[in-house]
Nanobody, 123 residues
Framework: RLSLVESGGASVQAGGSLRLSCVVS????????MAWFRQVPGKEREGIAT????????QYNNAVKGRFTISGDAARAALYLQMDSLKPEDSAMYFC????????????????WGQGTQVTVSS
């Protein structure tokens, strides 16, 4: 069974940076896609970025394109989200997710989720 544990969330000022980590335990070979989503209370969960199983192909939500970077480190069994130029509207609970086949940024494509890490950006 696959498990995902996020960390790195914090409270930062607008314009600051954070690096979120997702440590993966279990057999990742059954999953082709890794992604980051975020959610605020009362809102739908939003796809932020996805990394395909080839380790190269990425997709980003236009709201974060150019500011966030998704990457992985197989040696550390980890997925990362580098977040730069943070804005107050980036404040949310950020979730790591794994999907089996289709990597498009839709939560229906992802079956394994972490518990989330909170990011708060103040003005």
């Amino acid at each position: 069974r696959l498990s995902l544990v996020e960390s790195g969330g914090a409270s930062v000022q607008a314009g600051g940076s954070l690096r979120l980590s997702c440590v993966v335990s279990g057999d990742i070979r059954d999953f082709y896609c890794m992604a980051w989503f975020r959610q605020v209370p009362g809102k739908e969960r939003e796809g932020i970025a996805t990394l395909w199983g080839n380790g190269l192909t990425t997709q980003y939500n236009n709201a974060v394109k150019g500011r966030f970077t998704i990457s992985g480190d197989a040696a550390r069994a980890a997925l990362y989200l580098q977040m730069d130029s943070l804005k107050p509207e980036d404040s949310a609970m950020y979730f790591c997710a794994a999907g089996r086949r289709i990597c498009a940024l839709d939560e229906s494509n992802y079956g394994v989720w972490g518990q989330g890490t909170q990011v708060t950006v103040s003005s």
